[in-house]
């Protein structure tokens, strides 16, 4: 049920050079005008509000239409009906933060100073509120959807790693990254180490989280290890 909203309401990842976007819509083929995508966007960052504030299964169109406007037509017809909103909230959010990422340029730049650039935005990313708040969200109800934790796996965790694996390669290519260190398993080991125990200590324990400081020194310390093997 939840994948079959999830397709009728066409979140779609559509891979281009360099891009990646979804299209969340009812129709793929027909182009949302400028006033379309304020009033979804609007219907968007409400339905984020409500969904944290009450759960998924407090939150109703109602609460969702009276914060953003409009009207439950324009809410049917952008999302088809509170499931495929809620997955368009944790998809957009999933995609914004590897978009996030992706937008660092780093083409050009010495590796340590590029990967310490895509470290330190994934972590402070990571461990931002909201970001927090939809993984405590998406955690809750992933048992209950299980198709929507594996589609927002896609399109989050597993295309960050997908990006960070192709770097390396071109790092390797530039002979900045030695082809020794270079395995199937570099982009994964790479990102646990900077993940650390980041997210689950702002989740559990916020104020035992180290300071901006030391989470920089903490990824500095894991890329001289990727590039220096110490």
Not at 75 to 104: C, M, P, Q, S, W
Request: proline fraction near 6%; charge should be negative.
């Amino acid at each position: 049920m939840w994948l079959l909203t999830l397709l009728s309401i066409a979140v779609i990842a559509e891979k281009c050079p360099g891009q990646y976007h979804f299209v969340m819509n009812n129709d793929a083929t027909t182009p949302l005008t400028k006033r379309g995508h304020k009033r979804r966007q609007a219907l968007l960052d409400a339905a984020t509000d409500i969904f944290l504030e009450q759960g998924y299964a407090g939150t109703t169109l109602d609460m969702i239409i009276a914060h953003a406007g409009g009207s439950r037509r324009s809410l049917y017809d952008y999302f088809g009906d509170k499931e495929g909103l809620f997955a368009a909230v944790i998809t957009y959010h999933a995609n914004k933060l590897v978009e996030d990422i992706r937008r660092i340029d780093v083409e050009g730049l010495p590796a340590r100073e590029g990967l310490t650039l895509l470290a330190s935005a994934f972590v402070e990313s990571l461990i931002a509120p909201v970001h927090l708040a939809l993984y405590r969200l998406l955690i809750t109800e992933s048992p209950s959807h299980p198709a929507l934790g594996k589609t927002i796996y896609q399109v989050g965790p597993g295309l960050l790693l997908e990006q960070l694996d192709q770097y390396l390669d071109y790092l390797c290519q530039r002979g900045e990254l030695p082809a020794e260190r270079r395995t199937p398993h570099t982009a994964r080991q790479f990102l646990g180490m900077i993940k650390t125990d980041f997210q689950i200590c702002a989740l559990l324990c916020p104020e035992q989280l180290p300071s901006p400081p030391q989470i920089q020194a903490h990824i500095d310390a894991c890329v001289s290890l990727l590039l220096d093997n110490h």
